[in-house]
């Protein structure tokens, strides 16, 4: 759908006034939850007319986030934004781990996704879509700040939670991916298309090289990474936001 920027803010019955500064997919189930944890750290906060989108604001900027599981989601949420002219896009979320030594909680920045999900190419990126690189080294700096672990490095989106084989896991892992989702390659893909920054944060939930799912019960101080690592990815995109 070629729609004008115009035509955007007539769908969505916003004004130009109203045009946030950048926008928040998360990739996740638990799409109530998450909404009611991330909105509460912002004010003025609604509904627009399209279903599960939010708008608030963040300490002076303006903020559209949504909860978007996988890449067909995340992709139109990523389009619309970026054509309304959106100055950041952040995906966060979880993903699963494909390196060894990581463990609940350590926060994967992607550098590079590789895009097997389906959605990327329709974009223009043939393997790869790029995250961009300072915006990235900030996240870092930051999460390191508040005492969170986090790597920089390659990455992998693939389409489906439940079609990886214990043989794509492994052979993930021998070509050097630090984690698997279901949205970031997307999100950077789309966002590359209209010349708009992106960044990935992702916090490991599942250890695949272990076998372990996200199914499998955590010890309480593994939860309790889990959770701090979720809560520091949300706190440092919006300080990456009112930095812009």
């Keep these: 759908m070629d729609l004008t920027a115009e035509e955007w803010l007539g ?46 604001r963040w300490r002076g900027r303006k903020i559209a986030y949504c909860c978007a599981y996988g890449a067909p989601r995340t992709n139109e949420i990523i389009h619309l934004f970026a054509i309304l002219g959106v100055r950041l896009a952040i995906q966060i979320g979880t993903c ?5 030594g990581l463990q609940p909680g350590d926060i994967i920045l992607p550098r590079t996704a590789a895009c097997r999900e389906g959605v990327a190419q329709l974009y223009g990126a043939t393997e790869i879509s790029y995250g961009d690189e300072a915006g990235l080294h900030r996240a870092h700096h930051s999460l390191q700040q508040l005492g969170r672990r986090s790597l920089i490095g390659p990455h992998l989106t693939w389409a489906s939670l439940f079609a990886q084989r214990g043989q794509d896991i492994q052979q993930w892992h021998e070509e050097g991916f630090l984690g ?28 695949l090289l272990n076998n372990r799912s996200f199914l499998d019960p955590l010890s309480d101080a593994e939860q309790n990474e889990l959770d701090r690592s979720n809560e520091a990815v949300y706190t440092v995109a919006l300080d990456l936001i009112q930095s812009l």
């Design 11 to 56: 769908a969505l019955q916003m004004q130009k006034d109203e045009i946030p500064d950048a926008v928040i997919v998360e990739g996740s189930w638990w799409r109530a939850q998450r909404n009611e944890w991330r909105l509460s750290y912002l004010q003025d906060v609604q509904e627009l007319h399209f279903p599960d989108i939010f708008w608030g």
């Design 96 to 100: 699963g781990g494909l390196a060894e």
């Design 180 to 207: 698997v989702d279901m949205e970031t390659a997307t999100t950077y893909a789309v966002a590359n298309h209209f010349n708009v920054p992106a960044i990935s944060l992702l916090v490991v939930w599942d250890l």
